[in-house]
């Protein structure tokens, strides 16, 4: 029988858990598809993280809607509203606020 050599056994738990740990991390810092109240917002995009943060800023009761008093918050969630609730039930829904075209910024920079 091989003696074991107690400095193998030390490297490879310390490579074991430098890999989990890596693991462990690099899960964290995915982009998630969820937004704050639970609703899963489609798309894994800077643009659909973006509106997950929108979602948990409007939906105010936390009720996984967002109703027209919430999206007036949103000038640009209040105008395409009528648009994005497509059973026309005057509430949206994840699925149909993932359809929110977020317009670019308008502001211009003023230089004197």
Do not use: C
């Given at each position: ?38 609703q899963i917002i489609p ?15 409007l939906d105010a009761n ?51």
């Amino acid at each position: 029988m091989k003696p074991i050599h107690l400095s193998g056994v030390l490297a490879l738990l310390l490579a074991v858990s430098a890999n989990a740990q890596t693991a462990e991390s690099q899960q964290q810092a995915a982009p998630s598809d969820q937004a704050p109240g639970g609703q899963i917002i489609p798309g894994n995009t800077a643009s659909s993280a973006a509106k997950n943060f929108l979602w948990g800023q409007l939906d105010a009761n936390d009720d996984d809607f967002l109703s027209p008093a919430e999206a007036a918050a949103d000038d640009g969630v209040a105008k395409q509203f009528r648009f994005l609730d497509n059973n026309k039930d005057l509430k949206l829904d994840a699925t149909e606020f993932s359809a929110y075209t977020m317009a670019p910024s308008t502001k211009k920079d003023k230089k004197k």
